[in-house]
């Protein structure tokens, strides 16, 4: 399936503050280090965001489980 790009800051400020928090760094292998330059898309069916870690800069992704869509309209 292809990667279909979606408006991050569509979200509200409230959910996009969170999931730029609430993040895991594989490389640093810590949580909540943040994430800056989001980028969300959905791929087979999967919502993700896509970023920077705060520390590293290495690439972090949080996939979105269905409980973090609710209220979410396209």
């Known amino acids: ?10 979200r509200s400020e409230e959910d996009q503050a969170s999931f730029l928090q609430q993040t895991w760094c594989n490389k640093c292998q810590k949580v909540d280090l943040g994430m800056k ?3 969300e898309y ?5 919502i993700l ?8 800069e290495d ?7 269905p409980d973090d869509e609710a209220g979410w309209e396209e």
């Open 42 to 46: 959905e791929l087979d069916g999967v």
């Open 1 to 10: 399936m292809d990667k279909v790009e979606r408006d991050f800051y569509q």
């Open 59 to 65: 690439t972090v992704t949080t996939e979105l489980a």
């Open 49 to 56: 965001i896509e970023g920077k870690c705060n520390v590293c």
């Open 37 to 39: 330059d989001p980028q």
